[in-house]
Nanobody, 115 residues
Framework: QVQLVESGGGLVQAGGSLRLSCAAS????????MRWYRQAPGKQRELVAG???????NYTNSVKGRFTISRDNAKNTMYLQMNSLKPEDTAVYYC?????????WGQGTQVTVSS
């Protein structure tokens, strides 16, 4: 079992920045890949970024150049640095951890970007 807790969401003006954190606990040795997803009202959950155990990142096109995903294995924490935020980034952001036995999710953290 893996437990994930997100933090760092909030309200920010367009052009501002936020840093999300995802703290993992439990069977952390089993975590292979970690991802950030987001879900806006009335829309499907979408993948934002992912990072391998070795730290290799991937991003969806809409956030490339603005968001940076990172992972501190010593602290069992994943981060998402979000810069140049846009109103369309408004969503609940979820942390996901992929293991050999299944995926685990955090409870989500709200990010609201005002225009």
């Amino acid at each position: 079992q893996v437990q994930l807790v997100e933090s760092g969401g909030g309200l920010v003006q367009a052009g501002g920045s936020l840093r999300l954190s995802c703290a993992a606990s439990g069977s952390i040795f089993s975590i292979n890949y970690m991802r950030w997803y987001r879900q806006a009202p009335g829309k499907q959950r979408e993948l934002v970024a992912g990072i391998s155990r070795s730290g290799y990142p991937n991003y969806t096109n809409s956030v490339k150049g603005r968001f940076t995903i990172s992972r501190d294995n010593a602290k069992n924490t994943m981060y998402l640095q979000m810069n140049s935020l846009k109103p369309e980034d408004t969503a609940v952001y979820y942390c996901n951890a992929a293991t050999d036995t299944g995926d685990y999710w955090g409870q989500g953290t709200q990010v609201t970007v005002s225009s």
